[in-house]
């Protein structure tokens, strides 16, 4: 099973601060590396798929980069908006599996 | 517009069956390569992919909890159910199914139905 480290677990940032994630696989995965954005009591939500390709809708604030290991997640300018659990997910090889998730707190 | 919505117990016992429905609108469960998933995440935890189902019925599980989910679908109901044997309090939690379109992510998701496992 391919296990995704993502860092760090939690982060405070203030509006309009860049937050980066990064979303580590113990195998290289290619480019099959998918973000999600959970706000509270909500369901998840597709923001990157295949590392970098934004989905339809997503503000261009969102961004994702990376091959084989390592990966990020990048929010330019975060707005309060963006205050949110962000998992990685990887569909390299069956069993499919997430990160552990970040939580990103607005102060 | 593509949705996904849950349906079944929100109360089981230790030992039951647990019997879970995902309907679908706007889209087929017949279209090439579409496909549906079940993801389950326990309180205040990270969500877990548990099986998925794909139009020519090719089927996957978790290998962890394979001898006990099993997952079909009825194409003219639009439909995916998904069972799960012999439930545990640690089975407690919400469970989501999605979309997964021609390539292998979850596009869009049900709002979630929450499953306690309690005597």
């Known amino acids: 099973e391919i296990v995704l480290t993502q860092s760090p677990d939690f982060q405070s940032v203030t509006p309009k601060e860049k937050v980066t994630i990064t979303c580590r696989a113990s195998q290289s995965i290619g480019n099959s590396l998918h973000w999600y954005q959970q706000k509270p009591d909500q369901s998840p939500k597709l923001l990157i798929k295949?590392?970098?390709q934004s989905f339809s809708g997503v503000p261009s604030r969102f961004s994702g980069s990376g091959s084989e290991t390592d990966f990020t997640l990048t929010i330019n300018s975060l707005e309060a908006e963006d205050a949110a659990t962000y998992y990685c997910?990887?569909?390299?090889?069956?069993?499919?599996?997430f990160g552990q998730g970040t939580k990103v707190e607005i102060k | 517009q593509v949705t996904l919505k849950e349906s079944g117990p929100v109360l089981v016992k230790p030992t039951e069956t647990l019997t879970l429905t995902c309907t679908v609108s706007g889209f087929s469960l017949s279209n090439a390569r579409m496909g549906v998933s079940w993801i389950r995440q326990p309180p205040g935890k990270a969500l877990e992919w548990l099986a998925h189902i794909f139009s020519k019925d090719e089927k996957s599980y978790r290998t962890s909890l394979k001898s006990r989910l099993t997952i079909s679908k009825d194409t003219s109901k639009s439909q995916v159910v998904l069972t799960m044997t012999n439930m545990d309090p640690v089975d407690t939690a919400t469970y989501y199914c999605?979309?997964?379109?021609?390539?292998?992510?979850?596009?869009?998701w049900g709002q979630g139905i929450l499953v306690t496992v309690s005597s």
């Open positions: 295949y590392a970098s």
């Open positions: 999605t979309r997964i379109p021609t390539k292998f992510y979850f596009d869009y």
């Open positions: 997910h990887q569909s390299s090889s069956l069993p499919w599996t």
